[in-house]
């Protein structure tokens, strides 16, 4: 007999540029495959970690581009190769999710799926295992699509919202609510609103479904995605497996996820979470999740020694000695022979400065 | 016949360990064998290149300690490597002096000896050779020990001062002048009342004699350091100079030969001389002396964009790319995995820094 949750796997989607943490994360090595906390652990590595006794370690699938292959077997040696799906192109997360599903379905067909960012930071591990069991333990008897919602802490302008129906109680005491919209990033006026409001949550970006029913939303909502991975099933496991999907893959229209089904589909819930969740999309949001000294500097590195310095984050971990004196919020960070020193308070500027 | 000029010989003293310009300048690569100014040549080769037509090639000798004989081979691989002396310990410029002094001497008991640091800078190169050349002149037919004193522009407390004796037109038709006495580098009122008269001038640290002159002035002033450096005159040349100079030199007291020499011997002169001098001192003189932007900042590397920055001196010669927006007046530096940030009002404090 099968373990308990032995139908659970873990879909990583770790195919992203992140061009926000210039010159700490590049295109070569974007944030996910980052120590970027100075833990010792990548941002990829800390999800696989986080996911521990909830999907059984060989359910683990990781999605990304064929360019961070080397990394992502590097960093996860646990992972079986076959498990690793390379996307030949980005094609935003519907194709990505479309290919992983049916190729998830096609060796379990009773499979129940968490679908995760790899490049997230998440304080309370504890209770996210909870939350996620209890997700998982929902979509293994019902059609849901479940998506995570963080319980805002702020008027965020940075995330994308979730608006949920509170009404109805049944549906609270499995610790889910259906979903009335998905809205955009807000202005600062409007996230002010939405957070003054309890139905108002944060898209964390990490779905829970069992294969079944993705597949069949896929099917709905997006047929000519789904038609191209689901011709593909006599070579899911195969020699040509890779082969097919470079021909057929880069096929598939450019869509998310979100767009793609999560805004069309009638089975959306979304299940309200409060374990530590941040995207970390900027080095503002870094600095605020960091561990600070007395004066507010967040310091990834060896031998920084800081004077007359307040509010700067420093990334320097190829440096082997650094000094900063008399420096105010501001971001420094040197990767690979290449070094940025700026203002956090410009730090949308970054991508311009990085593309010269 | 000799050249013209064929007993003129050039001693550069290139032993200094340079710790202000931390970490461009290090105990292992000090300031001396760098190219600060980004200009292809480090500030020993620039001192060689500005003797060219006053010193026969074959005339230049290096003093400088084990550590560094590599890099002076490297960068000046036309000198022999015989005359390239190298100190088993640090004693300070008389006992450097005097073991030189002697080793020309018993090569060539005619010599006339100008004598430099190796980590200055000279701008006007063709005014240089004309002061050095009037200098060399009046020291081949003279017991005069000759100092070239720069003309004071600003009143600058990082240098020492030489008072001359304006008062016996004949020396002033030979461009010298006896000196009254030697300063001290001056507190700031101090150094005003200096630049008020023009009886004051810089120690440039530039000396002119002949031969016979400075072994004279150092048997009669510094007796117990000639001895060790006379009674070695066998060795010379030979395979067994550097295991002598070995043993014997560490017993040399540490003095300078301005103590030891110039404020005691009785023909001591300077030689006025306006050629763009700088001893390069701090990080906040080699931005007064380098090439600056419209902003003021003087950069020195490759690929530096600056976004409202001023005022700031960036030495990133490692690295590929360099970014830096909204600092003002800071200085920047990186060296083999060494950043330094720090405002240059507290350039003084790098000996500090680099200390931890």
């Not at 299940?271 to 999309?281: I, L, N, R, T």
């Amino acid at each position: 007999m099968m373990m308990k949750g032995g139908h659970n796997h873990l879909v990583i989607m770790a195919g992203g540029v992140g061009s926000r943490f210039w010159p700490m994360s590049t295109p070569e090595r974007p944030k996910q495959f980052i120590d970027v906390m100075g833990t010792g652990r990548t941002f990829l590595q800390q999800t696989v970690d986080r996911f521990e006794g909830v999907v059984p370690s060989e359910n683990v699938w990781v999605v990304t581009s064929a360019a961070y292959a080397d990394m992502v077997h590097e960093q996860l040696p646990q992972v079986p190769r076959q498990q690793v799906l390379l996307e030949p192109c980005r094609r935003n997360t519907a194709p990505c999710i479309a290919y992983v599903a049916w190729r998830i379905k096609s060796q379990d067909p009773k499979a129940n799926m968490v679908v995760s960012p790899s490049d997230h930071l998440v304080t309370d591990v504890e209770e996210f295992r909870r939350v996620v069991s209890s997700a998982l333990a929902f979509t293994e008897t019902s059609d849901a699509i479940v998506t995570l919602g963080m319980k805002p802490t702020r008027p965020e302008t940075g995330y994308g919202y979730i608006q949920a129906d509170l009404s109805a109680p049944s549906l609270r005491n499995k610790g889910v609510f259906r979903v009335d919209s998905f809205k955009e990033k807000p202005d600062l006026a409007t996230a002010k609103q939405y957070i003054r409001h309890e139905a108002y949550f944060w898209n964390s970006g990490i779905f829970v479904w069992n294969v079944n029913t993705i597949v069949n939303a896929l099917r709905i909502y997006a047929p000519e995605i789904s038609v191209i991975f689901e011709d593909l099933l006599p070579v899911y496991g195969t020699d040509d497996e890779q082969r097919r999907i470079d021909e057929e893959f880069p096929k598939c229209r450019n869509i998310s996820i979100d767009y793609a089904i999560l805004e069309k589909a009638d089975e959306i819930f979304v299940m309200p979470a409060d374990f530590g969740w941040s995207d970390v999309g900027t080095w503002g949001s870094l600095i605020s999740l960091a561990q600070k000294d007395a004066n507010g500097n967040a310091v990834v590195g060896q031998n920084v020694s800081l004077y007359e310095t307040s509010g700067c984050m420093v990334h320097t971990t190829e440096e082997r000695r650094v000094v900063i004196q008399g420096l105010k919020n501001c971001i420094v960070a040197e990767k690979d022979g290449t070094l940025l020193i700026c203002q956090l308070s410009d730090e949308q500027r970054i991508k311009e400065f990085s593309a010269v």
